[in-house]
């Protein structure tokens, strides 16, 4: 006996088609598995990567070679920023006398002032204003 198809709507929920759930025969998801073998090869691989970076460490630090490496590496730098702060501190100083050159003329001019400077000129210049405000210097 077949049921015929009738017109009237379904009023039940239809339930999502969903795959059983497949279940190992010690009654355990296979994922967990998976999951399990990712978690080791994790924690492996941190201490495979804890060792290295130990014998690494201790290999470069006991190193003549790497020694000189770093003492020259760290001379230039500090030599670099000495001469970058000598140059930055005597180019703010001509910028400052430029400044305060450009300054006295407009306000010896007359007529109406000037828009401020334009392009990359105006960019350095109100740059250079705001670095020696942080700096503590007279604008």
Excluded: W
């Excluded at 017109?7 to 969903?18: F, G, S, V």
């Excluded at 190992?24 to 492996?44: A, C, E, L, T, Y």
């Excluded at 470069?60 to 000598?86: D, W, Y």
């Excluded at 910028?95 to 407009?106: G, H, R």
Aim: proline share 7%; hydrophobic share 30%.
């Amino acid at each position: 006996p077949q049921q015929q198809p009738t017109n009237t709507p379904r009023t039940t929920r239809r339930r999502r088609h969903t795959l059983p759930s497949v279940v190992n025969i010690k009654g355990k998801h296979p994922d967990n598995k998976k999951r399990r073998n990712i978690m080791s090869q994790q924690f492996f691989a941190r201490i495979l990567n804890h060792v290295m970076n130990e014998v690494v460490v201790k290999g470069l630090a006991e190193s003549r070679m790497f020694q000189r490496f770093a003492l020259r590496t760290h001379n230039n730098v500090q030599e670099i920023k000495k001469t970058g702060t000598e140059y930055m501190s005597q180019s703010m100083d001509q910028m400052e006398k430029e400044m305060a050159k450009n300054a006295t003329t407009t306000m010896n001019r007359k007529g109406p002032p000037q828009p401020p400077v334009r392009g990359v000129p105006g960019f350095f210049s109100a740059f250079a204003k705001e670095v020696r405000k942080d700096l503590g210097m007279k604008v």
